[in-house]
Structure formats: C-alpha cells, structure tokens
C-alpha cells in the first residue's frame, strides 16, 4: 500500500496563474479531505468527499478554489488566479469513513503540495 | 464549535528525559482525539488514538496520552525522548457525529526539539 499520494510535490505559479493539486487516496478509502497547512494559520479544513460526492466545503475560500472527485481513485484541488497567499502546504487525506469511531474515521495523510505563488 | 489549544509552542528535551505534551479540547459530546506527529518535509502520521473507554491509550514508538474529561485535556507522553522524535506534534479532535466523519480539527502543534 502506497499511501496517500499527492502530486506535485512542489509547484512555483506566477500571481494569476492556475494551479492543480492531484491526490490518489488509499485504495478502499472512500472519504478525501483537504487541508492547507500555513505558518500563520496552522492546518485548516477546506473540504471532504465522501463516495465521491461533495459532503462539506466550508473551509473553501468562496471565490478561486475548486475541488472534484471525478472517480474514487483520485481528487484534484484547484485554484485559479492564484495570489501570494494561496501559497501554503496543501495536504490530501483519505479514510474508510464508516460509523464506528475513530478505528474507521483515522485520517491518512499525504506528504503535501507545497505552493509557492510568486 | 470544537476546538484544540496546544499551550506550547515549543518544547526543547534532551535525549532520554521524558516528554509531555499539552493538549485542551473544547467538544460538545463525545470526543474522539488523536495525536499525529509531522517530520521535516512530512504529511502527518498517526501516534495514537482515543475511542471513549480506557482514559490511557498506547500509540507507536512509546507515546501514550491519557485523556482526562474533567480537565478537557489528551496529553501526549514518552518517557525516553530519542532524538529522532524532533519533529511537530500536532492534538486533534474528531466530530464524529454517528460516526460518519473524519473531519478533523486541530491544535497549533508543538514543536519538540530533542538535544544531546
């Protein structure tokens, strides 16, 4: 089992450029979460999929960020026009997000993205 | 809301002395609280986990926490520091309403600095 796999590891954008995060949950997971992990703020929710369907994006700033998970084998965080203080670590989780407590709900995560908006 | 205070910001050990780590949550409910930790350039890592039964749960590489409700607090501990435990430990707590979610919410971390 690979892991949590997340691509690029690292990725420099020009202020206004898109950016597209990738994430390959463990295989048999079926909920993804991404996070952004910033000095200043610390690790911050964005959002959750669960069987592939969108569950909770309260953490998405409302305008430039977009995820999908257009199949149970992969998600992708999108950011449009991106702006300096996009740049963070985004890190991808998966679990096997089933009633039971913790021993199903442990979250597993990626090394990260880290952005870097010029 | 829930939420997670991790009152040190730093923590400096040397190798072979014991380790505690302070952890406060505030949860409506019934918590389900984990410890990760993260190394240079790292995702994070699962150190252990508490469902509500024994208070004191074991994880890998010799932490443990116990969890207190009365004082709101899941304090990590080692009692023999290596120096390969430099690295950032971060508290967190689960809304797990029925179970149907892993949605984390973090604590600030701790960084752990081991010297020899």
């Known amino acids: 089992n690979a892991g949590v796999i997340q691509t690029p590891r690292h990725k420099v954008t020009g202020k206004g450029q898109e950016a597209t995060l990738w994430c390959e949950p463990i295989s048999g997971h079926s909920a993804v979460f991404w996070y952004r992990q910033t000095i200043v703020q610390g690790l911050e929710f964005l959002t959750y999929?669960?069987?592939?369907?969108?569950?909770?994006d309260s953490g998405m700033p409302k305008e430039r960020f977009s995820a999908q998970m257009p199949n149970q084998s992969h998600s992708t965080l999108k950011i449009q026009s991106t702006q300096p203080q996009d740049s963070a670590v985004y890190l991808c989780?998966?679990?096997?997000?089933?009633?039971?407590?913790?021993?199903?709900?442990?979250?597993?995560f990626g090394a990260g993205t880290r952005l870097s908006v010029l | 809301a829930q939420s997670v205070t991790q009152p040190d910001a730093r923590v400096t050990v040397s190798e072979g002395a014991s380790l505690q780590l302070r952890c406060k949550y505030s949860?409506?409910?019934?918590?389900?609280l984990f410890w990760y930790v993260q190394y240079p350039r790292q995702g994070l890592q699962l150190l252990l986990k508490y469902y509500p039964g024994d208070p004191v749960v074991q994880g890998v590489n010799g932490f443990e926490a116990e969890f207190s409700k009365s004082n709101s607090s899941f304090h990590l501990r080692k009692a023999s520091v290596h120096w390969s435990d430099w690295a950032v430990y971060f508290c967190?707590?689960?809304?797990?309403?029925?179970?149907?979610?892993?949605?984390?919410?973090f604590g600030e971390g701790t960084q752990v600095t081991v010297i020899s």
């Open positions: 999929f669960r069987n592939q369907a969108p569950i909770d």
């Open positions: 967190a707590v689960s809304m797990s309403t029925g179970g149907l979610s892993g949605k984390l919410t």
């Open positions: 949860y409506f409910g019934t918590p389900y």
């Open positions: 989780a998966s679990s096997l997000d089933r009633t039971g407590g913790p021993v199903q709900n442990t979250l597993y």
